[in-house]
C-alpha cells in the first residue's frame, strides 16, 4: 500500500478516497506505528477543502476520466501542489482498444471497461508543459502507464 510505503519513508499523508468502504480497509491495513503520520478523508481528491500538498499521487484515480477532464483535475490539485503530481493512466494501446472493442459486442455494454484509455500525445497537448511520462507498468492483462505533472 502505498500510503503505508509514504508513511514509513516519513511523509505525512493524508489518503482520499471517494468510497469510505476503500479507505475503512487502507486504515484497518495500516501499522499501528504509521498512524500518527497518515489521515484518512472521504471525498473527491480536487476538493480544495482538503488543504495544500507538497506532492499529490492519483494512483488509478483518473483511468476513468476523458482528456478534458484529467486536464481539469491536475489544475485544481496543482493549484494546491508545490511540487509534482504523479497519477496514472489506461495507456490507448492496440491491444487495450482491441479489449475494449470486444467487450462492446456482448449483449451487455456493461462488460467493456469503464476506464477511459488515453494517448500521451492528446494529454500533453490539453495540459501543457509540465506534463511527462514516468515508466509503464506492465503484468499480464494490466497495463498502466505512469506520468508526472508539475505545475
Given at each position: 500500500?502505498?500510503?503505508?510505503?509514504?508513511?514509513?519513508r516519513?511523509?505525512?499523508?493524508l489518503?482520499?478516497?471517494?468510497?469510505p468502504?476503500l479507505?475503512?480497509?487502507a486504515?484497518?491495513?495500516?501499522?499501528?506505528a504509521?498512524r500518527?503520520?497518515v489521515t484518512?478523508a472521504?471525498?473527491?481528491?480536487t476538493d480544495?477543502?482538503l488543504g495544500?500538498?507538497d506532492h499529490?499521487?492519483?494512483m488509478?484515480?483518473?483511468?476513468?476520466?476523458?482528456?478534458?477532464?484529467?486536464?481539469?483535475?491536475?489544475?485544481?490539485i496543482g493549484d494546491?501542489?508545490?511540487?509534482?503530481?504523479?497519477f496514472t493512466?489506461?495507456?490507448?494501446?492496440a491491444l487495450?482498444?482491441?479489449?475494449?472493442?470486444l467487450?462492446k459486442?456482448?449483449?451487455r455494454?456493461?462488460?467493456?471497461?469503464r476506464m477511459?484509455p488515453?494517448?500521451?500525445g492528446?494529454?500533453?497537448?490539453?495540459?501543457?508543459p509540465?506534463?511527462?511520462r514516468?515508466d509503464?507498468?506492465?503484468?499480464g492483462f494490466y497495463?498502466?502507464?505512469?506520468?508526472?505533472?508539475r505545475?
Amino acid at each position: 500500500m502505498m500510503t503505508a510505503e509514504l508513511a514509513a519513508r516519513g511523509a505525512d499523508v493524508l489518503a482520499v478516497d471517494i468510497a469510505p468502504q476503500l479507505l475503512a480497509i487502507a486504515e484497518r491495513r495500516l501499522p499501528d506505528a504509521l498512524r500518527p503520520r497518515v489521515t484518512f478523508a472521504a471525498g473527491e481528491m480536487t476538493d480544495p477543502g482538503l488543504g495544500r500538498f507538497d506532492h499529490a499521487v492519483a494512483m488509478d484515480s483518473l483511468i476513468y476520466y476523458s482528456t478534458a477532464d484529467i486536464a481539469a483535475a491536475l489544475a485544481k490539485i496543482g493549484d494546491r501542489t508545490n511540487r509534482a503530481i504523479v497519477f496514472t493512466i489506461a495507456p490507448r494501446t492496440a491491444l487495450l482498444m482491441a479489449f475494449f472493442g470486444l467487450g462492446k459486442l456482448f449483449p451487455r455494454r456493461d462488460r467493456s471497461p469503464r476506464m477511459v484509455p488515453q494517448a500521451f500525445g492528446a494529454l500533453a497537448r490539453t495540459i501543457g508543459p509540465g506534463l511527462s511520462r514516468v515508466d509503464r507498468v506492465t503484468s499480464g492483462f494490466y497495463i498502466s502507464e505512469c506520468l508526472e505533472y508539475r505545475p
